[in-house]
């Protein structure tokens, strides 16, 4: 891949093979949303931390290990990539279907993300506004989903699809309201 073609997240189904086949029990989404709670908390040597949490017993000779580890690496590369302008997008099943796979995985992308934004420490989490702690509260609360026994009713995938809007829309502010903080903590330089 040349530098100037941009880095896109692998498609949900083609992670979620490669993680069966290597042995890791995490779904595609739930690692998402840990890359990108990272990337949000301005987690420091968030690569490092990556690699540590989910290469660790990948043996280096296995090239199914080796396939995955490709693909885990575009999702990191996708999601430390972003900037404010790029829509954000989240890892989840293609098709937006209400079921036990794709409400699960809107489940485990928000135990992801609340990982990775927790590893940036308590310090993030104080400096929040109360708006951004009650989004943190709702991601919490979407990690309690019942992902059995869900109907796929119109008004359920309605539902479904205003859940992860409100997860995009509340990770930009977030997002946003942390790089505002820290610009205006970085040391200012004279021209």
């Known amino acids: 891949m040349s530098s100037s073609e941009p880095v896109t997240l692998p498609e949900y189904a083609a992670v979620a093979a490669a993680l069966q086949r290597c042995g890791l029990s995490q779904c595609p989404a739930e690692l998402h949303?840990?890359?990108?709670?990272?990337?949000?908390?301005?987690v420091p040597e968030p690569l490092t931390v990556w690699q540590h949490e989910l290469y660790a017993a990948f043996d280096p000779n296995d090239v199914l290990a080796n396939e995955?580890?490709?693909?885990?690496?575009?999702?990191?590369?996708?999601?430390?990539i972003a900037d404010d302008t790029m829509a954000l997008e989240l890892?989840?099943?293609?098709?937006?279907?209400?079921?036990?796979?794709r409400v699960g995985a809107v489940r485990d992308w928000c135990q992801g993300f609340l990982f990775?934004?927790?590893?940036?420490?308590?310090?993030?989490?104080?400096?929040?506004?109360s708006d951004s702690r009650e989004l943190l509260s709702d991601f919490s609360e979407f990690t309690r989903l019942d992902s059995d026994d869900v109907d796929n009713s119109d008004a359920n995938r309605a539902a479904l699809i205003e859940i992860e809007e409100y997860l995009r829309e509340g990770v930009m502010l977030i997002r946003d309201e942390l790089a505002r903080q820290r610009l205006s903590q970085s040391p200012q330089t004279a021209d």
């Open 33 to 42: 949303g840990f890359a990108l709670g990272m990337a949000v908390g301005g």
């Open 68 to 80: 995955c580890r490709a693909l885990l690496d575009r999702v990191f590369a996708a999601t430390f």
């Open 91 to 101: 890892l989840l099943p293609q098709d937006i279907v209400v079921d036990s796979t």
């Open 116 to 129: 990775g934004l927790g590893l940036a420490g308590e310090t993030v989490a104080a400096r929040l506004s």
